[in-house]
């Protein structure tokens, strides 16, 4: 969820997809404060059940994969920056492995295994496979969409294959992104990544961007920064939420 452009010497950056991702981040955020005040009793929404949330989350996550094939595409432009590449697969991997460690601490054996973070250091690797061959990223993403929907297999329960999908039931963890279906969405991103540059609709949709205004420079901000920001929200908003419970004396 980092700066996922990560453009080389030369190449311009492209201010709509900084604030696309800002988008997400926003919804996110907006997304996470509200599970907050159902965890303290401030609100009645049921995540787990309720039709409007998990299509909230299905909506949030899906921007942010489709992005990460299409950051994923424009950042190969003139090759793979294998340094470059490196360090923030690193960066992302660290930052889920700490977030495994948090949500164990926090929530026992509900903690985060293979969740957003730990499925776009997987699908940032597998993804330079398809890169170049966009058809056959369409192909596959739609394939991989319709299996991870439609096709359930009790050998995928097993918690050594659980990052696959394709289980009968969701595991019990407070978020989790298996490859089925999701890589689908990242080819989706990619595909969609070679049409866009193709015809130059980004560069047109970036000449007309007010990137003057506020709104998109705070958008443009949250998405170039937008690793940091999904480690520090929840924190945040969960300890100020903790702290006025405690004074509230509830």
């Known amino acids: 969820m980092n700066s996922l452009q990560g453009n080389r010497a030369g190449q311009r950056r492209l201010v709509i997809v900084d604030v696309m991702r800002g988008v997400a981040i926003a919804l996110m955020v907006i997304y996470h404060f509200c599970f ?4 303290f009793g401030y609100a009645g929404f049921d995540f787990y059940q309720d039709a409007f949330w998990l299509n909230f989350r299905t909506l949030i996550l899906s921007l942010f994969l489709f992005l990460v094939g299409v950051s994923l595409v424009l950042s190969t432009q003139r090759g793979v920056n294998v340094r470059r590449f490196v360090a923030r697969l690193l960066r992302i991997v660290g930052a889920a492995l700490l977030v495994s460690v948090a949500t164990w601490w926090m929530f026992d054996n509900r903690f985060v295994f293979f969740g957003v973070l730990h499925f776009i250091a997987l699908a940032s690797v597998l993804g330079l496979l398809f890169v ?9 993403g739609i394939a991989l969409l319709v299996i991870g929907n439609t096709v359930q297999y009790p050998g995928f329960d097993q918690p ?55 709104p998109v420079r705070l958008l443009a901000f ?22 006025y419970t405690s004074l509230a004396g509830r």
């Open 36 to 39: 907050d005040l159902a965890y």
């Open 132 to 140: 170049r061959k966009p058809v056959i990223a369409l192909v596959l």
């Open 160 to 214: 050594g294959l659980r990052w696959i999908g394709l289980m009968t039931h969701k595991p019990a963890t407070e978020d989790y992104v298996p490859l089925f279906p999701w890589f689908g969405v990242v080819l989706a991103g990619i595909f969609a990544g070679h049409v866009l540059l193709r015809e130059r609709r980004l560069e047109r949709l970036d000449s007309i961007m007010p990137s003057g205004t506020a």
């Open 222 to 243: 949250s998405g170039r920064h937008s690793l940091l920001i999904y480690l520090l929200h929840q924190p945040v908003l969960f300890g100020a939420l903790d702290l």
